[in-house]
């Protein structure tokens, strides 16, 4: 069955995380993804490790699944050729270079708009295309740091905090999949492709969400909460009698039920705490009310308490339990394919179920030009480099 995305063809010219990740999903959704890399694999992920398996990095294998492979020599005549030739056939060209950079080589959006009015043209950068910063290179790590979003992660104690993963790569590829998907909707209305300017930075300041609006519009810099929530009370952790437990409580009921499962009935009528906002204002109060009684029992019993009474929990699983969950295990969340490299390995797999048109598992992720002789006799053209 064809994939939803099924003759979108996307050349890939990024590297790392954001621009793979993106190109990955719509791999996933059944495009067909060209990676394209300088001679000898030019993606840094290869070499970021340990772990490595047969030499290849687990680092690039969570990002570039359901691709093929091409390398090219950017700095050349022959090279840029090869590029305007694939632009021609394509539908989406990516990349992450720094600003400018594409254009220097002369593969900028006028000159391969012109060679392909259809060409949807996504450019990642960490500070975007226009303004003061936009020549500085960007990193995760320094966004976070930038952007606010080390500022509330952590506690007062820890200091300021990064992700445990590199979220704003994340985040970034996703708005550039959404972006890409978006102006090929729009094409089919215009016929005409258009210019993505999607930045790390831009996209990390639109995930402070709620946090941003707080300030927005009360003006008061929020500070580090650690695994508290700066407008819902009860929404953290807590330690029971053998470990920790989250309690997300969204909802008067739902906390009216929690006090119920704690024996604390009287918690919910107290006028301090019988609404949100109370509970918010108050929470120096109940918070260690609530820990005091989470300390007589096991996690396990207070989860199946909370399961039975519709209370929003959950335990803190490290990834020996999360591969091991059976939930996840009944929705494909974890795969093996075979790497003509490294063997079999192991993936998670795709969160995304359309019922018509599933996710398809049709490449591993690819070895540095390991499709050139195809893509290169396809096109008629040859690379001595």
């Known amino acids: 069955m064809a994939g939803a995305l099924n ?5 890939d010219l990024s590297r790392v995380l954001a621009g793979p990740y993106c190109t990955m999903i719509l ?28 030499d290849v990095s687990a680092y690039y294998l969570s990002a570039n ?28 060209i990516i990349n992450n270079f720094k600003t400018g950079t594409l254009d220097r080589f002369g593969l900028g959006y006028d000159v391969l708009e012109k060679l392909n009015p259809r060409i949807v043209y996504c450019s990642i950068t960490g500070f975007g295309e226009t303004g003061p910063e936009k020549d500085m290179p960007g990193y995760d790590f320094i966004i976070q740091a930038m952007s606010g979003l080390m500022s509330i992660t952590g506690t007062k104690e820890s200091g300021p905090q990064k992700y445990g993963v590199a979220i704003v790569d994340v985040l970034t590829g996703l708005y550039a999949c959404i972006g890409i998907q978006a102006a090929l909707l729009e094409r089919v209305q215009s016929g005409k492709g258009q210019k993505l300017d999607i930045s790390l930075y831009d996209t990390a300041v639109s995930s402070l969400v ?13 500070s580090a909460l650690g695994n ?4 819902i009370v009860p929404y953290q952790t807590f330690k029971t009698l053998d470990s920790e437990m989250v309690i997300a409580v969204g909802n008067d009921n739902q906390y009216k039920a929690l006090c119920n499962v704690l024996g604390k009935p009287e918690y919910a009528t107290d006028e301090r705490f019988q609404t949100n906002p109370k509970r918010v204002e108050y929470r120096d109060i109940i918070v260690p009310l609530l820990q005091e009684a989470f300390l007589t029992k096991e996690t396990a019993y207070w989860q199946e308490q909370c399961k039975k009474n519709n209370i929003p929990s959950g ?16 929705r494909d969340m ?17 969160p995304l179920k359309l019922s018509r048109t599933p ?26 480099t």
């Open 210 to 222: 709620n946090i941003g609006s707080n300030y927005l519009m009360a003006e008061k810099v929020p």
């Open 315 to 330: 335990p803190i699983q490290n990834l020996e339990d999360v591969v091991n969950d059976k939930q996840l295990q009944s």
């Open 228 to 231: 508290i929530h700066a407008n």
């Open 334 to 350: 974890f795969i093996t394919q075979e790497h003509p490299t490294a063997g079999p390995i192991k993936m998670i797999g795709s």
């Open 27 to 54: 791999g996933d959704l059944g495009a067909e993804v060209l990676k394209v890399e300088a001679p000898g694999g030019s993606d840094e992920t290869r070499k970021w490790g340990p772990p490595f398996k047969n």
């Open 359 to 384: 996710v398809q598992m049709k490449y591993h992720p690819p070895n540095p030009g390991e499709h050139n002789d195809e893509i290169l006799s396809r096109l008629d053209l040859k690379q001595t």
């Open 65 to 92: 699944r359901n691709k093929k492979a091409i390398t090219v020599d950017l700095k050349s005549e022959e090279g840029v050729e090869i590029i305007k030739k694939l632009v021609l056939e394509s539908d989406v």
């Open 7 to 11: 003759n979108i063809k996307v050349l």
